[in-house]
Antibody, heavy 122, light 107 residues
Framework: EVQLVDSGGDLVQPGRSLRLSCTGSGFSFGDYGMSWFRQAPGKGLEWVGH??????????EYAASLKGRFTISRDDSKSIAYLQMNSLKTEDTAMYYC?????????????WGQGTLVTVSS | DIQMTQSPSSLSASVGDRVTITCRASQGIRDNLGWFQQKPGKAPKRLIY???SLQSGVPSRFSGSGSGTEFTLTVSNLQPEDFATYYC?????????FGGGTKVELK
């Protein structure tokens, strides 16, 4: 059974850093690109970024507003994708979700993590 | 960036109704569009991908259509479990962008 588990969310002060994890199981993790999304309280969904699978170079794409502060990485040996968030702002407060992105020859988003809550507040 | 304009932002409907939600893209996105359902406190769930392909396990009362820049999600015979918020997502170009969402409420 395919599963994604998001973890690492916490209450942090503005300006601090946090790393989120997305652990996959039940599928060949390294064959898939992984995406991160977020949803601020009471708001809509927002795409954060994507990391391609190694076969596609393992390169990354980000929402322009987050580029430079957020970094996505992956450890295929552990089936984990990471979202490193630096210089956090109050407006980064949101539920963060990972999803299986690109696999084979098509975009998926067929499986999602349960979400992990990041609260940025002093 | 490709803007996805979703309408309506909310609607009230009764069990058994037919509901239609529209997303307009600011430029052509080929068939790179999906529809997602989200219930409070839960992760989004994929309903439709590639405009009209139904996700396995999703009831056939959900259907997608459209092309180019205008796309539609239709829910026929609305059921109690269908009251939720729906989002379209374009994945044709980065940055990936969502519509603003449509909240389907019980009339």
């Amino acid at each position: 059974e395919v599963q994604l588990v998001d973890s690492g969310g916490d209450l942090v002060q503005p300006g601090r850093s946090l790393r989120l994890s997305c652990t996959g199981s039940g599928f060949s993790f390294g064959d898939y690109g992984m995406s991160w999304f977020r949803q601020a309280p009471g708001k809509g969904l927002e795409w954060v970024g994507h990391i391609r699978s190694k076969i596609y170079g393992g390169t990354r794409e980000y929402a322009a507003s987050l580029k430079g502060r957020f970094t996505i990485s992956r450890d295929d040996s552990k089936s984990i994708a990471y979202l490193q968030m630096n210089s956090l702002k109050t407006e980064d407060t949101a539920m963060y979700y990972c999803s299986r992105g690109y696999g084979g020859d098509s975009w998926l988003f067929d499986y999602w993590g349960q979400g992990t809550l990041v609260t940025v507040s002093s | 960036d490709i803007q996805m304009t979703q309408s309506p932002s909310s609607l009230s409907a009764s069990v058994g109704d037919r509901v239609t939600i529209t997303c307009r893209a600011s430029q052509g996105i080929r068939d790179n569009l999906g529809w997602f359902q989200q219930k409070p406190g839960k992760a989004p769930k994929r309903l439709i991908y590639a405009v009209f392909s139904l996700q396995s396990g999703v009831p056939s009362r959900f259907s997608g259509s459209g092309s180019g820049t205008e796309f539609t999600l239709t829910v026929s015979n609305l059921q109690p479990e269908d009251f939720a918020t729906y989002y379209c997502l374009q994945y044709d170009r980065y940055p990936l962008t969502f519509g603003g969402g449509t909240k389907v409420e019980l009339k």
